[in-house]
Every structure is written in structure tokens, then in C-alpha cells.
């Protein structure tokens, strides 16, 4: 199961899954592109399901977790990956409304996630849970977007409280903390143009990381390939970007 299924990481990712044989349920506020990642999923050959849900709503997430079993009987891996910037302003710019949309978005969105699929995982035996930070709690986000880095390192915690809280009862729980990824995030959070050159001009490999890029590592964290790792986020940040 994939949120923000619809665009970006979350769609490459859902398309590397149905490469690999996976029955995808391709979930996102945007109900038309989830619905045309479903196609993509099953144009390569797997099956998919596209459910339109608001992961700022418990009863949402609880709804897409209910169909998804009644579709698919059991939930194996589910990779949280919608979430935003919003917009970008500096510190003293953060009205109460930036914030907390930021922090509906991108921590309850994945505690909802967490917190309502976890039973049926324990019941089944096992699953994995592949939550989205970013190198932005890294660099706390200064002059454009403390909200937000904010709000991913409150995810990497929680990924951290939770893998360590099932460690010991078949649950994996990891996140991801990419550098800037060429998806529609850049536009949906107000990067500049002279902004994002001067992104890649901090990162040594002078270019953004591709969605393809995650979604193999999201692959990969899911697998069985690697069962050791729990708990901890993992960088994709092209040499650095630290600044
Ligand atoms: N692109 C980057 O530079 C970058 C870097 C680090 C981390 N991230 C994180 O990666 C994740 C995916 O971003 P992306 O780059 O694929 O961006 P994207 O904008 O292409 O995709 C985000 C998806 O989330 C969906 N979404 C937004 N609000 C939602 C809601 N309330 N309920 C359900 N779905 C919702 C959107 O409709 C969209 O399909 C996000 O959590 C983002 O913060 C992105």
C-alpha cells in the first residue's frame, strides 16, 4: 500500500513494486492520478487497486486499510509517502495555519498510517512500514522551510519509537531521507528556480535525485533482502547537501 501513490516517489515507487510482482493499492487525495497509477501498475502486468483518501483523516485511513484487505486479504508493506512542503517562507513567516497543515500532512498522516495498518500487520504475523522523511531534518530547514523539516524529523522519530516498540513482533518500520528528488513536490512547495540551482549547487553530484532513484531503495527496505535494518532513516543525498 502506497499514499501519495499518485505522483512523484510514491507513483515510481508503486511502478517498481508491480515490476517486482507486487499487487499495488495506489491511495492519494488526487483521486485521477491515483487511478492512472493503477493502470500504469496493471499495464505492467500486476494488479492494483487506486483508493482516494485524505491522510489528515483518521477515518480515511481506516477506510483505505478496510478496503484494501477486503481487496487484497492482508497488508505486507506499506510505504507513507505523501506529504509536502506547502509552502516556503522564513521562520518568522510561519503562520498557525502553515504549521499545522504541515504537521496534519506530513506526521499524522503517518502516525494515522502506522497507527491503523500495525493490527492487521500483527495479526498476520509481520510487515514493514517505509515512512518519508527528507535530508531536511538534517538542516533544520533554514529560511524556507523549518515547518517542514521540522515535521520530517518528528516522522524519523516515530519511525524510530515504533520499529523499536515491534522490533521483536515481526515489524520493520524504516524511513527514507532523500536530498531534493525531481518529482512535482519542487512546484506543489514553491521552489524557486533560483532556489533549486542553488540546491543542486550544494550537492556534489550537481543534480536532484530521480523518483526511481527512492523507489528502488523503498523496494529494497521492503524486501526480505535486508531483514537486520529496523528503525533507522536512510540518506540519498548524492554525496551531501548538508549546508
Ligand atoms: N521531491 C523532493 O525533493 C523530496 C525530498 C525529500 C522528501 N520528499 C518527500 O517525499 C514524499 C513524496 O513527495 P514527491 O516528491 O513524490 O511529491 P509529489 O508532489 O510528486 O507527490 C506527493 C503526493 O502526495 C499527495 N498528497 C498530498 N496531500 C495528501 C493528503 N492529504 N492525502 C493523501 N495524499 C496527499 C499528492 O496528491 C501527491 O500525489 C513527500 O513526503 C515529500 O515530503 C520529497
Known sequence: MITGAASGIGRATALIFAREGARVVCADIDA????????????AGSEAIA??????????VRAMIGEAIARFGRIDVLFNSAGSALRRCGFLEIDDALW???YDL???GTFYGMQEVLPHMLAAGGGVIVNMASMAHRRGGPGG????????GAVVTLTMGVAREFADRGIRCLSVSPASVETAFQAASGTSPEMEARIVAGIPMKRMAEADEIGELVVFLASDACQFMT?????????GGYR
Open 32 to 43: 485521477e492520478g491515483g487511478a492512472e497509477t493503477a493502470r500504469q501498475v496493471e499495464a
Open 51 to 60: 483508493l482516494r483518501v485524505d491522510v489528515t483523516r483518521r477515518d480515511q
Open 100 to 102: 499545522d497543515r504541515s
Open 106 to 108: 506530513n506526521v499524522k
Open 145 to 152: 522551510s523549518v515547518h517542514y523539516a521540522s515535521a520530517k
Open 231 to 239: 528503525a533507522d532513516t536512510v540518506y540519498v543525498s548524492g554525496g
